[in-house]
């Protein structure tokens, strides 16, 4: 039985260790100054190096040459290399992960080294273990005999036990650049005398996502699936990908809105055979290249692609806005799970296609201002309307008032698309200037606006704006509990900056307490009551509670207040 490729050129020194120099030149100081730790934690994603990383150590502490190690031709090194090594331990935690199995371990570690200067355990998948494994682990972990060495490894650091990665020397393994990924591919290839194209090699180490097991594995796979020349076409057909070239075509009937033109090149690639999975990853990772140079431009980081592609997604990122990019990756990035589990095969592809293509809705058009209503000689009734509980509903107990559910509030028109307030008051004024009635015309969004939260927006529904002194709005207050809570400094500034931004000008704001306009401040409601009701919907704590908590009334009983 042949030996498979990412078996056979396991990294046998330090120097074969591909994109780990962090961690290799850190090894190499240590055990050239004999400062060898008790236990090593190694981390990170798959096929990066952790497994191969801790048996060149292990062969490094008990390599017998003092010049070089591991120099990999003493016993102990070819006793590891070969398999045979009794003193070097192996244990898979994910099929191994009883307290049971490690009370083993802990029973055999203060056995004296048969052969070797160090007794080596390798743990591998370690986060595997149960939490009673774990704990007895610890102990035997934080204090293991002079001649044991502890190395665990896992691709899920963040299940280990916080107390156990206290007790280790810890190790992040990084993902292995594409640029790395295909030079070592160019040399396995060329001692396995294999002929490769260039552009296969490139689209190997893509799919591997920075894995190097994962790209020799592919490799492996297409030494029998080729012939003379392994080709990006063969790597095409075997793994049902598309290529760069094909999903560009796609983005770019996603950026121009053609959905006919997407539903057809996903019908003929279907036709070809292609995993809907397989193109839906490959898609979400070209747009994220997109996104990412959309919004950094040329500061972009993270994007190991070719000249050529890159001056290729400069352009389709300067033809789409950040919103319809942002929508589309969304859209196509949730789609995994589905394509996974369900049986409608491309559907849900062309369903976020059709959707990512379709016209965007037109934004709805301010409400036209109410005319005033004339006056009549019906009583005043209370500033904030208040409804009640229908009879047929359920009764609820009196002293219970319930939080109203929020308002539905509108969209404030977006600032480019809609002209400032104080554009449309520059007939017969200075540009820029705004009037109390411009004042009172915004108020009401103020109150709607997102950008300040409901417990302010509740506030400030207690007071009204009653003149301007230049570019500062007088708001006057009827409770003192109210002003205080706005004169807030953080407070003031949200504050401000809303009214700003609604003004379409700077603007500050001054807080009174008490009817500084000079209009006559009507009588107490509780002096003119005619009913229980209206003496309660009167009382001045009554009211303040409904506009902080945004509050409704749902029934009164009990008499005067």
Request: glycine content about 6%.
């Amino acid at each position: 039985m042949s030996q498979s490729l990412y078996r056979k050129y396991r990294s046998q020194t330090f120097d074969e260790l591909v994109g780990q120099e962090h961690i290799t030149r850190t090894l190499r100081n240590a055990i050239a100054a004999g400062r060898i730790a008790h236990a090593y934690l190694f981390c990170g994603p798959r096929g990066t190096g952790k497994t191969s990383t801790a048996r060149l150590l292990a062969k490094s502490v008990n390599c017998l040459n003092e010049v070089e190690r591991p120099c990999n031709e003493c016993l102990a090194c070819r006793a590891i290399n070969e398999g045979r090594a009794l003193d070097l331990i192996e244990i898979d935690a994910a099929s191994r992960r009883k307290v049971e199995d490690i009370a083993e371990v802990i029973e055999r570690v203060n056995f004296a080294p048969a052969e070797l200067r160090y007794k080596v355990y390798i743990i591998d998948e370690v986060h595997m273990l149960t939490a009673h494994a774990f704990n007895a682990l610890l102990k035997t972990l934080e204090e293991p005999p002079e001649h044991a060495i502890f190395i665990l490894a896992t691709t899920e650091v963040w299940k280990v036990l916080p107390t156990i990665i206290s007790r280790c020397q810890r190790f992040d393994f990084r993902r292995i650049p594409t640029s790395e990924v295909v030079r070592r591919l160019e040399t396995v290839a060329g001692e396995e005398g294999l002929r490769v194209q260039p552009q296969a090699l490139a689209a190997i180490a893509r799919l591997s996502t920075g894995s190097l097991r994962d790209a020799l594995g592919l490799l492996d796979q297409l030494t029998v699936y080729g012939e003379d020349e392994i080709t990006l076409e063969q790597l095409q057909t075997l793994l049902g990908t598309v290529g760069s070239q094909r999903v560009a075509q796609f983005v770019d009937a996603l950026i121009d809105r053609d959905a006919p033109a997407g539903l057809a090149r996903l019908n003929t690639w279907a036709q070809e055979g292609m995993d809907p999975r397989q193109f839906t990853q490959e898609l979400v990772e070209y747009l994220r290249s997109v996104m990412l140079l959309k919004v950094s431009g040329d500061k972009a980081t993270g994007l190991d692609l070719t000249h050529e592609a890159l001056e290729s997604m400069r352009a389709q990122a300067a033809r789409v806005t950040l919103h319809h990019l942002l929508d589309v990756t969304e859209k196509f990035s949730t789609l995994d799970y589905t394509l996974r589990t369900g049986p409608y095969g491309y559907l849900p592809l062309e369903l976020a296609l059709v959707a990512s293509t379709a016209e965007p809705a037109a934004q709805p058009q301010p409400a036209q201002q109410r005319p005033p209503v004339a006056a009549s000689s019906a009583p005043a009734r209370p500033e904030r309307a208040r409804s009640y509980q229908p009879a047929d509903r359920p009764r609820v107990p009196a002293s219970r008032v319930e939080a109203a559910a929020p308002p539905v509030l509108e969209e404030a028109p977006h600032p480019a698309e809609t002209p400032s307030l104080a554009a449309h008051h520059r007939n017969g004024r200075p540009e820029g200037s705004v009037d109390l009635d411009g004042v009172l015309q915004v108020w009401p969004r103020l109150l709607n606006s997102t950008q300040i939260n409901k417990m302010t927006q509740a506030l400030l529904r207690g007071c009204k704006p009653v003149k301007l002194e230049g570019s500062k709005v007088v708001l006057d207050f009827q409770y003192e509990f109210h002003k205080a809570k706005i004169e807030d400094p953080a407070t003031v500034a949200t504050v401000e900056q809303a009214l700003s931004r609604l003004l379409g000008q700077p603007a500050t704001i001054r807080c009174t307490l008490g009817a500084e306009d000079g209009s006559p401040q009507p009588a107490p409601a509780r002096a003119t009551a005619t009913s229980s009701g209206d003496s309660v919907l009167s009382e001045p704590r009554v009211k303040a509670a409904q506009d902080i908590f945004n509050g409704k009334i749902i029934e009164i009983n009990g008499g005067e207040a």
